[in-house]
Structures are given as C-alpha cells and as structure tokens.
C-alpha cells in the first residue's frame, strides 16, 4: 500500500472516530432528557411497565438506567 493511500485511510479513521465521539454525547444527552421524562410521568404515578412498554424495553431495564444516572 503506498504512502499516500495511508495517509487517506488514516484521515478517514480520524474522521470515523470524530464522528463516533459526536455520536455519543448526543446518545448521551438523549438518554438523559429521556430519564426526565421517564422522571416526570413517574411522578404521575404511571407504573414502570407501562413506561417501558412504550420504550421498548424491559421495565427493569428502565428502573436500573434511573438507577444508574440518579442525577439527570
């Protein structure tokens, strides 16, 4: 491989990499405005499972994520 094809795959990786990182803060603070959500129609008394079902995933799962970021 010649040095020049280098260089581009080593550019393309950079940018790969950028774009994951961006990615994850927004996954980040989608996740966090998602646990004020889940906050606040908790605080309507509506039960995990019913929160979870309209997630998509398991009212555990649900519970451990609130449980994990208790500050968001």
Do not use: W
């Amino acid at each position: 491989m010649s040095d020049e094809r280098h260089d581009q795959l080593l550019l393309q990786a950079e940018n790969l990499t950028t774009m994951i990182r961006q990615h994850q803060d927004a996954v980040a603070k989608i996740g966090a405005r998602r646990r004020e959500v889940i906050r606040a129609l908790r605080a309507d008394k509506i039960p995990y499972r019913v929160i979870a079902a309209a997630c998509g995933v398991t009212d555990q799962a649900l519970f451990a994520d609130l449980r994990k970021h208790p500050q968001d």
